[in-house]
């Protein structure tokens, strides 16, 4: 340490919720801090500062301050892995301190991956179903891995006991309620018509888009048409 190094003569807190601190020195600018990594530091009035221990203060608030913004995202909603490490590079931090950021959350039990992709099938199937290929796309732009979504699409329809059968049905269901009069009345005609062709058409593309293939667009298009007919 060199007689020139620079002493903290104030330490001015910052905000209302005085989460930050500005440090002043007896020479050169202020500069501000979160309180935790001051803390840590255990460095007060009075101290030199010598260049070692100001980068050394600056790592632990880079830190500090990553660690907060992950705390704050999380706190609107659980995120993925991959969720979260996007959003805090959108916010400016270095890739291998959110990396050792999230290794840290994990370990105390604040990122699970498979948590939050088995509430978020969970949420779908009760407010808005979708069949098993949409829910694996949908988690799959949450960074969520193959394993683990087909993991949590398992467990959640058992626990839920509920079949693609059933959600294609509960599908289609909600789209014949939706429909006018003339569209209903297009897809109950039992002759081919341009009008039929369309109305089938909306239906396997609506069903599509929400996951359903195969054998449970084949039932979702039967319930459909049982219900367009009987509306006639």
Request: aromatic residues 4%; glycine residues 6%.
């Amino acid at each position: 340490m060199s007689s020139a190094d620079p002493l903290i003569t104030r330490i001015q807190p910052q905000g209302q919720r005085g989460l930050k601190v500005l440090i002043h020195l007896d020479e050169g600018e202020p500069f501000e801090l979160m309180l935790e990594a001051l803390e840590q530091s255990r460095l007060g009035i009075g101290d030199a500062l010598p260049a070692n221990k100001r980068h050394h203060l600056l790592d632990a608030d880079a830190n500090v301050r990553v660690r907060h913004a992950a705390f704050n995202l999380l706190s609107y909603r659980a995120r993925t892995h991959q969720e979260l490490r996007r959003r805090l590079r959108q916010k400016g931090f270095h890739a291998a301190r959110i990396d050792a950021c999230l290794d840290l959350l994990q370990e105390r039990g604040f990122l699970d991956d498979e948590a939050v992709a088995a509430a978020f099938v969970r949420d779908r199937l009760r407010h808005r179903p979708r069949g098993r290929a949409r829910l694996s796309a949908e988690l799959r732009t949450k960074g969520v891995a193959p394993d683990v979504t087909q993991r949590a699409i398992e467990q959640v329809f058992e626990d839920e006991q509920v079949t693609d059968h059933q959600l294609a049905e509960e599908v289609a269901k909600g789209w014949v309620a939706r429909q006018n009069a003339a569209a209903l009345a297009a897809l109950a005609q039992d002759t081919h018509s341009p009008e039929r062709d369309k109305a089938r058409r909306r239906l396997n593309g609506y069903l599509a888009r929400r996951g359903f293939r195969g054998e449970e667009q084949r039932h979702a298009n039967e319930v459909a048409l049982r219900l367009a007919k009987e509306q006639r």
